[in-house]
């Protein structure tokens, strides 16, 4: 079980940016995958994007060339810094995480089941 808390977010007008960082209270005995999601109301969640502690990265196609996620080992702490947002961006954000044995293999991508999750924050970018 993690604990994840996010930060972040806000409002911008479109071409701008923001960033999210996402704390999360894990032990260090595990391998990880973590990401951030999005979702609208009345929408489904889409995977942003995702990262392991190789620091293998995958993102959705949507945000490509924009978003850039990065982690902090020592603090474990995630960030995703979003540049020059779309009013398509404007969604509510998630961390999400899942821990797994050292030595195993997940398939750790931007649409990955995660196990655990935070509460969300909101991001909004106006035109």
């Known amino acids: 079980q993690v604990h994840l808390t996010e930060s972040g977010g806000g409002s911008v007008q479109s071409g701008g940016s923001l960033s999210l960082s996402c704390s999360a209270s894990?032990?260090?005995?595990?391998?990880?995958?973590m990401g951030w999601f999005r979702q609208i109301p009345g929408n489904k969640r889409e995977g942003v994007a995702s990262i392991d502690d190789y620091g293998a990265t995958d993102y959705a196609e949507s945000v490509k060339g924009r978003f850039i996620i990065s982690q902090d080992n020592a603090t474990n702490t995630m960030y995703l810094q979003m540049n020059r947002l779309e009013p398509e961006d404007t969604a509510m954000y998630y961390c999400?995480?899942?821990?797994?044995?050292?030595?195993?293999?997940?398939?750790?991508?931007?649409?990955?089941?995660?196990?655990?999750w935070g509460q969300g924050i909101q991001v909004t970018v106006s035109s």
């Open positions: 999400a995480a899942h821990l797994y044995d050292k030595g195993g293999y997940v398939d750790c991508k931007a649409d990955y089941d995660y196990s655990d």
């Open positions: 894990k032990s260090d005995h595990f391998s990880f995958c």
